[in-house]
């Protein structure tokens, strides 16, 4: 089983002692690097809808991105990404033969790198899926990348023996994966709050669960999608009213 998670605007830089790995689509992050470097502030801004000071950081990383970076100058994917879906996933405390195994099953989606290993090497930047970056290959980056996300799943799939791939990604990200090309059966669990009396996907609680539920995917070892159906952390249980094929569900106990 594979699960696939969104990456996050926020960078976590503090330091980290783990043997990094290289990006295996560094040389596609490096194309998109030297486009967006020559982007106007002013192109930025619009771009990702930033700040003045946020469109100058982001001018700035993209200029330094380096092709062999310094290892100073990175930090392994799942500890560099900072925000909801990895305050669910707690990479940090992970036991290193899970790490080891999430290096095989776990895979960050990502604008600029299209596919992440858990460890892989990143630097600092900040692209996100849904931008309208213009290239050769098309006017946005799922026209960039194509069907090379699902051919990589694909082949990460076939070397774990997988058949299952779940998708604990944003809409935004999974929607660079060519369902088409992808060979994976995909599960899509869904995280529901109650608000007002009814069930609602409330998106802060719902991507931490998505980390949450990677975590899960990564602890348990899990092989079968009826396997995910025992996930119970951060107060949700599965819920068969509210699931549907391919959609399990889950609902919160109570926040009050």
């Known amino acids: 089983m594979l699960v696939v998670i969104s990456p996050a605007k926020r960078l976590d830089w503090s330091e980290v002692d ?26 930025l801004k619009g771009l990702m809808g930033l700040s003045d000071d946020l469109a100058r950081l982001n001018r700035d990383r993209f200029k330094a991105f380096a092709a062999e970076p310094a290892p100073e100058a990175t930090r392994p994917a799942v500890f560099g990404f900072a925000g909801d879906t990895y305050q669910g996933l707690e990479a940090r405390s992970l036991e290193p033969y899970e790490l ?19 460890l892989d090497a990143i630097q600092p930047y900040r692209l996100e899926m849904g931008s309208r970056l213009k290239t050769r290959r098309g006017s946005n980056l799922y026209h960039y990348w194509g069907d090379r996300i699902a051919r990589a799943l694909n082949a990460q799939a076939e070397a774990t023996g997988s058949a299952v791939l779940v998708n604990c990604a944003s809409q935004e990200y999974f929607g660079a994966v060519d369902l088409k090309a992808l060979k994976p059966r995909v ?28 975590r899960y995917v990564v602890q348990t070892r899990l092989t079968a999608p009826d396997d995910l159906l025992g996930f119970d952390l951060g107060g949700y249980r599965y819920n068969e009213e509210l699931s549907e094929p391919d959609r399990p569900a889950f609902l919160h106990d109570d926040r009050g």
Do not use: C, W
């Open 18 to 43: 783990v043997e990094t790995t290289a990006p295996a689509m560094q040389e596609e992050a490096l194309r998109l690097a030297k486009t967006a470097r020559n982007l106007t502030l002013g192109d």
């Open 187 to 214: 599960v899509t669990p869904q995280f529901y709050d109650m608000k007002n009396g009814q069930p609602k996907i409330i998106s802060f609680f719902a991507k931490k669960a998505r980390g949450a539920m990677a």
């Open 100 to 118: 080891r195994y999430a290096q095989d099953h776990l895979r960050v989606l990502s604008g600029l790198y299209g596919v992440l290993r858990p």
